[in-house]
């Protein structure tokens, strides 16, 4: 049997049909940059996002670099966020001239640690740049309460993480009591808050491995109108859209109407997949709880991933991944280097020694994943790494 890591003939065989639809209405109308198709993907994904507006672009990487303009971050800013990530994550901070600033992980959920977060704010800070890694939410209700304390911009890196939310109150019932006044957790709501919605803006990706994969690049932010705004003049060249002038140095960011077509078409599956996924999750839990020295990935109490990833955390992760591609298995070993030890971040200095980052980067091996996959592959996935790991 041979397992991809994601199979997106799978998604194909299911809801290609509606795909072609999508793709030949573009077509026919000709309109191929912005317009119809790309205000009403942008609407719909404002809409279940719970977010007052958002705009199409051409990445997640862009997103994430346009709001930190947007948000007026540039040169002597710092900007704290997590070194187990993408590099797209730390990059967009360079990209506006500001400096990372890596704090450590939480040890279970491998998000950005908001005590850690908390120690490293100073006069310069004027962000949080979290990432919901693996598609599980980062502690988003204690990151908030700091952005609030010390008025810093809180973006989420939300490129892993669409579905995915936090139940406010089982979250906070979680935590212990001196805990939450520690975090400086304030009392709130009792609901269900869409990731996405915690930030001052979030950024998503549409690479076709995401939850929500177009076909080719695309990227969406979402955020108040104001800075939704000012992302839609930088995403055409800066280009003032009522005085058609060019005020502000952008670039062309725009996501293509083509893509919003084919995205808009898959939305409405969005919250079956996650469910699919997270079905799939709880069945290799079962198959392979009694894994010893692997750390399993499990939702923390109150937050819902969107399982884009299934990770586990073993130091063994490189040669167990050689040892199913054998059995035709094909699994991703991820951030074995995280970003502060890549060339490109390596003049920063650390204000904090990342312990729980560099126990993680030892070892992230991610399974095959996809709503579609069967049973039948999963028992054969389990059995493989449980062979391969005796040996
Ligand atoms: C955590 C994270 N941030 C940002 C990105 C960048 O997304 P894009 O490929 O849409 O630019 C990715 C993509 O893999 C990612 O995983």
């Not at 640690?113 to 988003?140: C, E, W, Y």
């Not at 906070?172 to 006044?181: F, G, I, K, M, P």
């Not at 058609?244 to 293509?256: A, C, H, P, S, V």
């Not at 969005?270 to 839990?285: F, G, N, Q």
Request: charged share 20%.
């Amino acid at each position: 049997m041979k397992i991809p890591l994601t199979d997106l003939g799978a998604q194909d065989a299911e809801i290609g049909h509606l795909i072609r639809e999508a793709a030949a209405r573009v077509f026919a109308s000709q309109q191929y940059i912005l317009g119809g198709e790309v205000t009403t993907f942008e609407q719909a994904m404002a809409q279940r996002v719970g977010s007052a507006a958002a705009v199409g672009l051409s990445s997640c990487s862009d997103a994430l670099f346009l709001a930190l303009q947007a948000a007026g971050v540039g040169a002597g800013d710092e900007v704290i966020t997590t070194s187990l990530s993408f590099v797209a994550t730390a990059e967009a901070i360079l990209r506006v001239g500001a400096t990372p600033v890596f704090a450590d992980v939480e040890p279970a959920s491998l998000c950005i640690d908001p005590l850690a977060v908390r120690q490293l704010v100073n006069s310069k800070t004027r962000a949080i740049l979290p990432v919901h890694l693996f598609g599980h939410p980062a502690d988003m209700p204690a990151l908030r309460a700091i952005a609030a304390e010390y008025h810093l911009f809180l973006l989420e890196d939300a490129a892993q993480a669409l579905g995915a939310s936090i139940r406010l109150r089982e979250h906070r019932l979680e935590r212990n009591a001196d805990e939450q006044r520690e975090r400086g957790v304030p009392p709130g709501e009792d609901q269900e808050i869409p990731i996405g919605a915690w930030g001052d803006a979030a950024a998503f990706s549409f690479f076709p491995g995401k939850v929500l994969g177009g076909a080719g690049d695309g990227g969406m932010l979402v955020a108040d109108l104001a800075l939704i705004n000012k992302v839609k003049q930088l995403r055409v060249h800066g280009r003032d859209l009522a005085m058609g002038t060019f005020e502000q140095l952008g670039g062309n960011f725009r996501l293509d109407a083509l893509q919003a077509a084919i995205l808009a078409a898959k939305l409405p599956f969005l919250d079956s997949w996650v469910e699919r996924r997270r079905s799939a999750a709880l069945r290799y839990h079962e198959l392979l709880a009694p894994l010893e020295g692997v750390l399993l990935p499990q939702e923390a109490i109150g937050m819902s991933s969107a399982w884009n990833y299934y990770v586990l955390q073993t130091p063994r992760a490189q040669e167990l991944s050689q040892k199913m591609r054998e059995d035709s298995i094909q699994t991703s070993v991820y951030y074995s280097t995280p970003l502060h030890r890549q060339p490109l971040f390596a003049r920063l200095t650390l204000p904090q020694p990342l312990v729980h980052t560099e126990v993680a980067a030892q070892g992230l091996l991610a399974l095959p994943l996809f709503p579609e996959i069967t049973e039948e592959a999963q028992e054969y996935v389990a059995s493989s790494l449980k062979r391969a790991f005796r040996k």
